[in-house]
């Protein structure tokens, strides 16, 4: 009867420990390194283009953070120098912690499927911008950016998630609109709006509007996107509007982008898949100019290892077409990523 007794307490005890929520620090991180060769200039070089690291956890169910830098913005390191016989050398060199900080943002929970954000975070506008760079499907950044606020500011957002026969996300936020480690300049709050719909499965749709000001110029943001995954074919297009207004002009831009990955599983026991990907954009910084137009489109190939957990091996061609006449700067990348 004991024996029997401390079995069940024992097992009970273990039911209870597996149940227990963990909320220890998460870490992780990812380096990107790249080979660049331009056209336009026929010149090559080596890059670090990212060494992140970050960390997400909680301290309840009803509270939690996330912590994000990245160690390649110490390149703007103020140093001073001395002379040693006749030879310049670095004397010292200082850096502020917000030269690499990316995300700090402290995540409330009050109910389920809500979440109030502070801190510095990327803002709710445009899925092309908040997906991570390391899940990103080609090198660089679309043409769009040109068109869109600021990636990472620092205010606050609200979120609430809906769930059913058509699922919903719906988001609202203030900022400072001056972007990353900086604060407010003008005493004026930029606000943003974005909502994302999926009436099937797989198939979302967004919206999303951005208003601020700065440097005395009213701004206006418009994006619209849509993505949709059959399979291992993924298909992805946006389209954003800028707005300037000034006492002596109004300026639209306006930039839009398609693409399509698709993915190849393979059995093999050195690589698991290779992903091939097409994107064209077209980026117009004032549709009242004629011939300042961009049109660019990306070539990309990218070999996920089998062995090598988290690495990626990625080759994107890069072909431009300026309007005006502008040398296009053709780029031919190979990047090497391995995450954590």
Do not use: C, H
């Not at 001073?80 to 016989?85: L, R």
């Amino acid at each position: 009867m004991k024996k029997a007794l401390l079995l069940i307490l024992v097992t009970a005890g273990f039911m209870i420990a597996q149940e227990k929520p963990d909320y220890s620090p998460k870490f992780s991180g990812y380096v990107r390194a790249w080979q660049q060769t331009d056209f336009s200039t026929n010149q090559g070089q080596y890059l670090i283009k990212q060494i992140r690291v970050g960390i997400n956890g909680a301290v309840n169910e009803y509270a939690s953070y996330k912590f994000l830098v990245d160690f390649t913005r110490l390149g703007k390191l103020t140093t001073t120098t001395t002379t040693i016989n006749g030879t310049k050398v670095i004397s010292s060199a200082t850096a502020n912690f917000s030269d690499i900080l990316l995300d700090a943002a402290a995540v409330l929970s009050p109910i389920e499927n809500l979440d109030i954000t502070a801190g510095q975070f990327k803002i709710p506008f445009s899925t092309d911008n908040l997906r991570s760079d390391q899940n990103a499907d080609f090198s660089n950044r679309p043409l769009l950016t040109n068109v869109s606020p600021t990636i990472r500011d620092i205010g606050v957002m609200v979120s609430y998630k809906l769930k059913g026969d058509v699922s919903a996300e719906l988001s609202a936020g203030s900022f400072n609109g001056t972007g990353l480690n900086k604060t407010e300049n003008d005493r004026t709050m930029d606000y943003v709006f974005r909502a994302v719909v999926s009436p099937i499965k797989d198939f979302n749709f967004s919206g999303n509007y951005y208003g601020g000001k700065a440097q005395g110029a009213d701004l206006n943001y418009f994006n619209f996107g849509l993505d949709y995954k059959f399979g291992a074919l993924f298909v992805d297009a946006e389209f954003g509007n800028k707005n300037t207004k000034t006492l002596a002009s109004d300026i639209s831009g306006n930039s839009f982008f398609g693409f399509a990955t698709y993915n190849i599983p393979l059995e093999g026991k050195f690589l698991r898949e290779i992903i091939t990907g097409f994107r064209y954009e077209k980026f117009d910084p004032n549709t009242s100019t004629d011939n300042n137009e961009v049109d660019m489109m990306t070539f990309g190939l990218t070999f996920e290892f089998a062995k090598i957990t988290f690495a990626r091996f990625r080759i994107n061609y890069e072909l431009f077409d300026y309007k005006n006449g502008s040398a296009n700067p053709n780029k031919l990348i190979f990047e090497l990523q391995t995450r954590f």
